[in-house]
């Protein structure tokens, strides 16, 4: 009877652990849970319909994203919305599961349709992003 007690005491202990971590995982990109002041800039758009079979109802998009310094961009997701983000000046971080990733000038980020995250600019700088996707009109 003790070593059951002491085996569901362990269990106990270990799904608590689990269920802390994965909180504090979570928590990396939900922490940012609002957008501040962004610059945002339409480079171009067009409607996928009239290029390509299957696409009717989505638009391709190229946007300038300025996140000044201590800005964030809230968590998000791109079920619905794939795309990629180029890194054209500064540094930012980004958030996304129990991954924290610090981008810089020339990297770039894939969002597919698993994404959630979230961005931060930690620096003193504006950090200016080019975001291409992919969202139904």
Request: glycine fraction near 6%; aromatic fraction near 6%.
């Amino acid at each position: 009877m003790l070593k059951v007690l002491i085996a569901v005491s362990l269990l106990a202990f270990s799904f608590a652990t689990t269920v802390a971590k994965e909180k504090e995982i979570k928590s990396l990109s939900q922490q940012i849970a609002v957008t501040s002041k962004l610059e945002v800039s339409e480079l171009q758009k067009f409607d996928l319909s009239q290029q390509v079979k299957g696409l009717q109802g989505y638009d391709i998009r190229a946007r300038r994203i300025i996140v000044p310094a201590g800005g964030t961009i809230a968590e998000h997701e791109h079920s619905a919305r794939p795309g990629i983000v180029y890194v054209l000046s500064g540094e930012i971080t980004e958030y996304r599961g129990n991954k924290t990733s610090q981008l810089k000038a020339g990297d770039s980020v894939v969002e597919d349709a698993k994404t959630v995250h979230a961005y931060k600019n930690t620096s003193n700088q504006p950090c200016v992003l080019i975001a291409f996707d992919i969202p139904q009109q």
